[in-house]
């Protein structure tokens, strides 16, 4: 079966200084990779999602996130954080056939210290 | 933009009683998925729905849990006899198609509370 681990439980990042938050898959085949992010009292929010051709995808709000498959990894990453991107981010995998549900990793909690 | 909706947004109850939690897909999309996310934890798959039928479940979604789409706008999750462990916040969402590459589009939560 399918697993997403993020092994980062909280980061703390200054405004203005770079961000990268891991995603590791299991997974045998090609997976559709997601990142979500999800403010409180909202609902998940698509920063970006990758399933096919450049693996170098661009996402909303200057996020961007590299799919590299010897790694089993999705990361994602931002060059200059804002304070109005604190909040929790998730990684998801969908796969090929069977059915489309998506399974998380745990999330990431970002703070951004002014 | 077009947006899935969810109502309410929380819902205490108690052990045993039978909760309904709406969502209003957006609405050109076929497909239909509950999550839910236990504090603390993973949000989880619960079921997909197309066609009025379940597409597929996992495990978590046994036979206390029902799902309906009573008209052309509502689509429901039903909890029969709710237990302490039902606790969580429960994700409504919606795509146009039901590929794996395709998008989700997610409701705010039902935040469920189980005393």
């Known amino acids: 079966a399918q697993s997403v681990t993020q092994p980062d439980i909280h980061i703390t990042v200054s405004e203005g200084a770079s961000l990268e938050l891991r995603c590791n898959y299991s997974?045998?085949?090609?997976?559709?990779l997601f990142w979500y992010v999800q403010s409180p009292g909202q609902g998940l929010q698509l920063l970006l999602k990758y399933f096919s051709g450049d693996t170098l995808v661009q996402g909303i709000k200057g996020f961007e996130a590299e799919f590299k498959r010897s790694q089993s990894s999705f990361n994602l990453r931002k060059p200059s954080v804002h304070w109005s991107d604190a909040a929790e981010y998730f990684c998801?995998?969908?796969?090929?056939?069977?059915?489309?549900?998506?399974?998380f990793g745990t999330g990431t909690q970002l703070k951004v210290e002014l | 933009e077009p947006e899935v909706t969810q109502t309410p947004s929380h819902q205490v109850t108690q052990m045993g009683q039978e909760v309904i939690l709406r969502c209003v897909p957006i609405s050109n999309h076929l497909y239909f998925y509950w999550y839910r996310q236990i504090l603390g934890q993973k949000v989880e798959f619960l079921v997909s729905f197309y066609n009025n039928e379940i597409s597929e479940k996992s495990e978590i979604f046994d036979d206390q849990f029902s799902v309906e789409r009573p008209d052309g706008s509502n689509f429901t999750l039903k909890i029969r006899s709710t237990k302490l462990e039902d606790s969580a916040m429960y994700f409504c969402?919606?795509?146009?198609?039901?590929?794996?590459?395709?998008?989700?589009?997610f409701g705010p939560g039902t935040r469920l509370t189980v005393l």
């Open positions: 998801a995998v969908g796969f090929t056939g069977g059915g489309n549900k998506l399974t």
């Open positions: 969402a919606s795509s146009e198609r039901g590929r794996g590459a395709d998008t989700q589009y």
């Open positions: 997974y045998g085949a090609t997976p559709y």
